[in-house]
T-cell receptor
Framework: DGGITQSPKYLFRKEGQNVTLSCEQN?????MYWYRQDPGQGLRLIYY???????QKGDIAEGYSVSREKKESFPLTVTSAQKNPTAFYLC????????????FGEGSRLTVL | GQNIDQPTEMTATEGAIVQINCTYQ??????LFWYQQHAGEAPTFLSY????GLEEKGRFSSFLSRSKGYSYLLLKELQMKDSASYLC??????????????FGKGTKLSVKP
């Protein structure tokens, strides 16, 4: 079955540590996205990638980094520079950039202790 | 600027009909999406409107008026499993979001017996 897989589902981190969230898709979609969701807030775009080896900052990119070395993979690193990293992180993809619906992964919940 | 407004919470009775409204102010418009999100899970696509009018899909319908910057999601014959958050999202090709989806904060619907 095609879909988007995020891992880990739950992650705990100490302050000052970097952590990488995995996102893999086998839908053959060109575009991939990372969103952050906080209670009472809408989904906010962190980074997006329209094609392999290219990515763009979203609305809240500070303290995050990404890579897109393969079409299927778009990992997100939450660095120690991110001041409030505790959140629910959602990865998504779409067939082409800026068209069609988004398909979401199951999410990764990061808690900083 | 860009702004999407939805009610924060709504309550309805099993078997009834509920209408969830969404108003938006954006620089441009290229489609409005509705997603359903159960607590702790990924959003799933419900509907897409790009032209004015009503789109019906089973128990769910979505309406759009571009001149009023207004949409609603209509849920009929409510079931307990419809308890979830409903996210309104707009694609704005002319704003600062680079054509990516802009999400409202979501409406948490509680269906009671």
């Amino acid at each position: 079955d095609g879909g988007i897989t995020q891992s880990p589902k739950y992650l705990f981190r100490k302050e000052g540590q970097n952590v990488t969230l995995s996102c893999e898709q086998n839908l053959n979609h060109d575009a991939m996205y990372w969103y952050r969701q906080d209670p009472g807030q809408g989904l906010r775009l962190i980074y997006y990638s329209q094609i392999v080896n290219d990515f763009q900052k979203g609305d809240i990119a500070e303290g995050y980094s990404v890579s897109r070395e393969k079409k299927e993979s778009f990992p997100l690193t939450v660095t120690s520079a991110q001041k409030n990293p505790t959140a629910f992180y959602l990865c998504a993809s779409s067939i082409q950039p800026n068209t069609g619906e988004l398909f979401f992964g199951e999410g990764s919940r990061l808690t900083v202790l | 600027g860009q702004n999407i407004d939805q009610p924060t919470e709504m309550t309805a009775t099993e078997g009834a009909i509920v209408q969830i409204n969404c108003t938006y102010q954006t620089s441009g418009f290229n489609g409005l999406f509705w997603y359903q999100q159960h607590a702790g899970e990924a959003p799933t696509f419900l509907s897409y409107n790009v032209l004015d009018g009503l789109e019906e899909k089973g128990r769910f319908s979505s309406f759009l008026s571009r001149s009023k910057g207004y949409s609603y999601l209509l849920l009929k014959e409510l079931q307990m499993k419809d308890s979830a958050s409903y996210l309104c999202a707009v694609r704005d090709p002319d704003g600062g979001s680079q054509g990516n989806l802009i999400f409202g904060k979501g409406t948490k619907l509680s269906v009671k017996p």
